[in-house]
Nanobody, 125 residues
Framework: VQLQASGGGLVRAGGSLRLSCAASGRTFDRYVMGWFRQAPGKEREFVAAISWSGDSTYYGDYVKGRFAISRDSAKNTVHLQMNSLKPEDTAVYYC???????????????????WGQGTQVTVSS
């Protein structure tokens, strides 16, 4: 599957952004999808993941209550709504997909096989 992320930008602390990830292919609803981020000088870290149906979602502790992941199977798209943004949320955000037909939702980078190109999110104080 090929992934194309978009929606990043510059926002002030407390603001919101909505990231989108468009996926190619006909089996989108059989991919567990996730978002990860990487800040300068830091390792890539898990942000959020969503199950095939969208009924199960998982979040990193640092974004719980502020970020929401969702998917639109009709449009082969996964979204990350980011609210109450903080300067420490500044990073390149990547969408990713597990291999198709793997049902379990993972938070591990190594479990995701396909990656988008990343979109920059910058939060000013």
């Amino acid at each position: 599957v090929q992934l194309q992320a978009s929606g990043g930008g510059l926002v002030r602390a407390g603001g919101s952004l909505r990231l989108s990830c468009a996926a190619s292919g006909r089996t989108f609803d059989r991919y567990v999808m996730g978002w990860f981020r990487q800040a300068p000088g830091k390792e890539r870290e898990f942000v959020a993941a969503i199950s095939w149906s969208g009924d199960s979602t998982y979040y990193g502790d640092y974004v719980k209550g502020r970020f929401a992941i969702s998917r639109d199977s009709a449009k082969n798209t996964v979204h990350l709504q980011m609210n109450s943004l903080k300067p420490e949320d500044t990073a390149v955000y990547y969408c990713a997909a597990r291999k198709p037909y793997y049902y379990s939702v993972s938070t591990e980078i190594s479990d995701f096989d396909s990656w988008g190109q990343g979109t920059q999110v910058t939060v000013s104080s």
